[in-house]
């Protein structure tokens, strides 16, 4: 079994930065690709910035310049630092990870989401 919690989320203003976290725990034997999606109310879910293994980073074009994807493998943790937030990133954020566990079987995990709120 395996757990991604997140943290970080809340209101901030517009033109305002945020710092999302996401821990990864259980039985992790590594863990391949990260990332980071978000789904705003009524829109579909979208991705917004992946990270490999590696440290291969990849942004959806409306987050480009200012949104920067970042991991520490030594803690399973994956973060996405925003700045000069826009109200039009309002969404739940939910991280993914694609783990392989302890039997060495490789499976996909997704955390409870965090609420980001850009607004004044």
């Known amino acids: 079994q395996v757990q991604l919690v997140e943290s970080g989320g809340g209101l901030v203003q517009p033109g305002g930065s945020l710092r999302l976290s996401c821990a990864a725990s259980g039985s992790i034997f590594s863990i391949r690709s990260m990332g980071w999606y978000r789904q705003a109310p009524g829109k579909q879910r979208e991705l917004v910035a992946p990270?490999?293994?590696?440290?291969?980073?990849n942004y959806a074009d409306s987050v480009k310049a200012r949104f920067t994807i970042s991991r520490d493998n030594a803690k399973n943790t994956v973060y996405l630092e925003m700045n000069s937030l826009k109200p039009e990133d309002t969404a739940v954020y939910y991280c993914?990870?694609?783990?392989?566990?302890?039997?060495?079987?490789?499976?996909?995990?997704w955390g409870q989401g965090t609420q980001v709120t850009v607004a004044s």
């Open positions: 990270i490999t293994s590696s440290g291969s980073t």
């Open positions: 993914n990870a694609e783990v392989v566990v302890t039997t060495g079987r490789v499976y996909a995990y």
